[in-house]
């Protein structure tokens, strides 16, 4: 059995360098686009034809299904997204970028993109591959419960 106390310490350590970090790199979003917008663009860029399914971008995201889709629809004013109905699933919405969204996903991205390697450039190739692993191992056990 994992020893309580390291586990506990190994938690917090993990949980304070996560906000840390995340405070340090969240100056990355500010008039362009924000945190939450910046990772709907993410996933639907990442898809074919820059278009996701609105269940995939909500999987995504660290937030509940409403509030993705009132982020949706407000980002679909804005101009960043289109989203109209999934011809292959009558309940469900496909979002797509648009030229506006695509390009100032780019430029916030490439921005993120530096301080984050930035940040991370403190630990080597081998612990980089090393977290990576550990956290999805992680992840991966929360989704099994």
């Not at 797509?96 to 921005?111: C, D, I, N, P, Y």
């Amino acid at each position: 059995m994992t020893d309580r106390r390291l586990a506990i310490d190994a938690w917090e350590s993990l949980f304070r360098a996560q906000h840390e970090v995340f405070e340090e790199i969240s100056g990355d979003f500010g008039d362009g686009l924000s945190q939450g917008e910046y990772d709907v663009l993410l996933t639907v860029t990442r898809g074919a034809d820059m278009t996701a399914r609105l269940r995939d971008v909500t999987a995504n995201m660290l937030i509940s299904q409403p509030s993705v889709s009132r982020l949706v629809d407000r980002m679909a004013a804005r101009g960043l997204i289109s989203k109209c109905p999934d011809p292959e699933d009558g309940r469900g919405a496909l979002v797509r970028a648009t030229e506006q969204g695509a390009a100032a996903f780019r430029k916030v991205a490439s921005l993120h993109g530096k301080a984050i390697a930035e940040r991370m450039s403190l630990l080597s190739d081998e612990e980089l591959t090393q977290l990576r692993d550990l956290t999805a191992k992680l992840r991966k056990t929360a989704s099994d419960c």
